[in-house]
């Protein structure tokens, strides 16, 4: 059973920066974690829960996705030799307060849904105010 679990949210000045974490924990099966796929979702109260950034590892190297709104100001890594995923938010904006969750699948190359996704942390919450 695999277990996520994000840390780093809190309270962010617009036009500052933030990164949070999430570490991927569990039995595996033998499967290595840079073989799953890692996502961050955010949701607000009353909406639904949506992608905004993905991270895969195939055999033609590390992909890297992001949801239209926030390409440019969002960047997800990855250090497998510590099996964390981070979300780093650049310049982050009001529209960006949330709960932001970490999601895995062994797909290696999923579709961004969150049903697509069978593992998920607790979420930490982002609040951009000044």
């Known amino acids: 059973q695999v277990r996520l679990t994000e840390s780093g949210g809190g309270l962010v000045q617009p036009g500052g920066i933030l990164r949070i974490s999430c570490v991927f924990d569990?039995?595996?099966?033998?499967?290595?974690?840079?073989?799953?796929?890692m996502a961050w979702f955010r949701q607000t109260p009353g909406s639904e829960r949506e992608f905004v950034a993905g991270?895969?590892?195939?055999?033609?190297?590390?992909?890297?996705y992001y949801e239209d709104s926030v390409r440019g100001r969002f960047t997800i890594s990855r250090d497998n030799a510590k099996n964390t995923v981070y979300l780093q938010i650049l310049n982050p904006q009001p529209e960006d307060t949330a709960v932001y969750y970490c999601?895995?699948?062994?797909?290696?190359?999923?579709?961004?849904?969150?049903?697509?996704?069978?593992?998920w942390g607790q979420g930490t919450q982002v609040t951009v105010s000044s």
């Open positions: 999601a895995t699948t062994p797909d290696p190359s999923p579709k961004w849904y969150a049903s697509s996704f069978t593992s």
């Open positions: 569990g039995r595996t099966d033998g499967r290595a974690f840079s073989t799953y796929a």
């Open positions: 991270t895969t590892t195939t055999s033609r190297g590390t992909g890297k």
